[in-house]
């Protein structure tokens, strides 16, 4: 099993910037997808960024070129960069770990933190 907490959110105006950390225990966390999800209330779930075990990336449209998924694996933990956020991004964000190594589907997610809540004030 894979144990994951994340950090880092809190409340920014439009145009500020937050930097999310998944911390991850158990399992090597380098055999890992890794991806983050957001939940705003009234809404589904959805997957916000990918990153693969090989390294490769994959965005939601709508925060391509604003939000930088990576993670290191030395220090078994995983990163977010949000920048230029707009209020349409206040959610719950959860980072989750897919055992396939991928994660490009929300169906291959097995592990779960707990959620940080992003607040972005207009």
């Known amino acids: 099993q894979v144990q994951l907490v994340e950090s880092g959110g809190g409340l920014v105006q439009a145009g500020g910037s937050l930097r999310l950390s998944c911390a991850a225990s158990?399992?090597?966390?380098?055999?890992?997808?890794m991806g983050w999800f957001r939940q705003a209330p009234g809404k589904q779930r959805e997957l916000v960024a990918v990153i693969t075990t090989g390294g490769t990336t994959n965005y939601l449209d709508s925060v391509k070129g604003r939000f930088t998924i990576s993670r290191d694996n030395a220090k078994n933990t995983g990163y977010l960069q949000m920048n230029s956020l707009k209020p349409e991004d206040t959610a719950i964000y959860y980072c989750a770990a897919a055992p396939s190594g991928l994660g490009f589907s929300q169906y291959e997610y097995d592990y779960w933190g707990q959620g940080t809540q992003v607040t972005v004030s207009s």
């Open positions: 158990g399992r090597t966390f380098s055999r890992y997808g």
